[in-house]
């Protein structure tokens, strides 16, 4: 096992892009982890990183709390890593981490400042480029008024790309009751975009 | 498969292949089923356009930072406090300790009493010092007892002669008043005669002695009362 001390000095900050670390299998990444080295925490932050930094922006919307709900989520993915036994993927596991840390953040700040506002970040503008979508926009603050579980639910098979089965694992909840609440959050955007399209075709009238 | 408008929640629902074809199929011909599946997948569209990415140069050495502190606490904690299975182990030698200290106490009490045991049997037995009489607990001692036994034999002779000098008139009353005194004086006789048999009983008895004291100043008065009669 590395000490603190060797960690620290084999594992410079400046060696982060391309670590020495020859960590192939998430096991292994987990076992470096677990010793304590800050190259598999590096590597593990490069691997997961963007998409936490992605769901925590839409469960926060806000760039700084996403920021710092991501850092916070490495230091419990440090405390943590002890217990994790493997019997799920560490991205589900990092996942389930993320959107702990992501709800502690919202009610924090709900009580700081008693507004539950999560629609666009203005820091992040909102701003339409080539690639978005006309709905983007309507779609995030829709997504606002929905429960968080369902909300995020929607967040990572929509947006993110999980599917039910890990899902299921991050939530822990039945794959089912994944699909179904799925659903129910598409059913209910879809009833308040088909409302909010109807209400901008009245007022362009 | 057949498709009706209501179906179509269902059929979303479900997602299953052949269902939404089937679903597709009859939107191509139904205007209202046609704009909610057009809704449905366009918000499947829009939310891929939600997935967020920006540069955060500054967040891995922040969290790098933040693990190392982390890290580093660690260290402290470990070197200043005692592992959990350290604390444990502590806890069970220092229950341990607990148990042998209360053996030891234990063992040293009956080495204690052992020995004090063994001390007091092997020491002879100092001279009996003669227990005091009981009536040297009392109020009245024998000899005390003997004195006013004789001051009352005293004052018994003294009210003999005052009776003897006003006998014949107790006898003999010659007016209402004598024959009154006469009841008196034999009342007082009697009650200090009672007075006598219960003294007999307990001679050391002080109350009793008093009472007998205060029949005797009675008779005495009684009898001076007689002769200033006269």
Redesign the interface.
């Known amino acids: 096992m590395l000490s603190l001390q060797q960690t620290i000095k084999e594992i410079p900050l400046s060696t982060r892009k391309n670590p020495d670390f020859p960590l192939n299998a998430e096991r292994d990444l987990v076992e470096a982890c677990r010793s304590g080295s800050l190259a598999a925490f590096e590597q593990l932050y490069e691997a997961h990183g963007a998409r936490m930094k992605s769901i925590a922006l839409n469960l926060l919307g806000n760039i700084s709390d996403a920021e710092d709900a991501v850092q916070e989520s490495f230091l419990k993915v440090y405390r943590s890593i002890g217990n994790f036994r493997s019997q799920s993927a560490v991205s589900t596991w990092i996942c389930r981490i993320l959107l702990n840390v992501c709800y502690d953040l919202r009610r924090k700040r709900q009580r700081r400042q008693q507004t539950p506002g999560l629609g666009p970040d203005p820091e992040w503008g909102g701003s339409a480029d080539a690639a978005d979508h006309p709905l983007r926009l309507t779609l995030e603050k829709s997504l606002s008024r929905l429960h968080p579980r369902t909300r995020a639910v929607f967040l990572l098979f929509e947006v993110e790309g999980f599917k039910h089965s890990e899902i299921a694992e991050i939530l822990e909840i039945p794959e089912g009751t994944s699909k179904s609440l799925l659903f129910e959050a598409k059913q209910e955007l879809r009833r308040l975009l088909f409302k909010s399209q109807r209400e901008g075709r009245l007022n362009a009238t | 498969m057949k498709f009706e408008c209501k179906d179509l ?1 269902y059929v ?2 479900r ?1 299953e292949p052949e269902s939404l074809k089937a679903l597709e199929a009859h939107a191509e011909n139904c205007a209202a089923c046609r ?2 599946l057009r ?2 997948n ?13 540069d ?1 140069p500054q ?6 930072q ?3 502190s ?3 606490e ?2 402290f904690r470990r070197e200043r406090f005692p592992s959990k299975h350290k604390v444990q182990f502590l806890s069970q030698l220092e229950v341990l300790l607990a148990n042998w200290r209360t053996a030891a106490a234990a063992l040293a009490l009956l080495l204690i009493s052992l020995s004090s045991a063994w001390v007091l049997l092997r020491t002879p037995a100092p001279p009996s010092v003669p227990k005091p009489p009981s009536s040297e607990k009392r109020l009245l001692t024998e000899q005390t007892l003997r004195e006013v036994e004789s001051a009352e034999d005293a004052y018994l002779r003294s009210i003999e002669k005052l009776s003897k000098l006003v006998q014949s008139r107790i006898d003999q009353p010659t007016s209402p008043l004598l024959v009154s005194y006469r009841e008196k004086l034999t009342l007082i006789d009697a009650a200090i005669d009672d007075c006598r048999a219960n003294i007999a009983q307990n001679r050391f008895n002080t109350h009793l002695r008093m009472e007998l004291l205060s029949m005797y100043q009675e008779k005495q008065r009684t009898l001076q009362e007689l002769v200033k009669e006269e």
């Open positions: 929640d979303l629902r997602q704009e909610q809704l449905w366009e918000i499947s569209a829009a939310a891929t356009c939600m997935k967020k990415s920006w955060t967040l891995w050495p922040r969290i790098h933040a693990l190392v982390e890290m580093q660690d260290t």
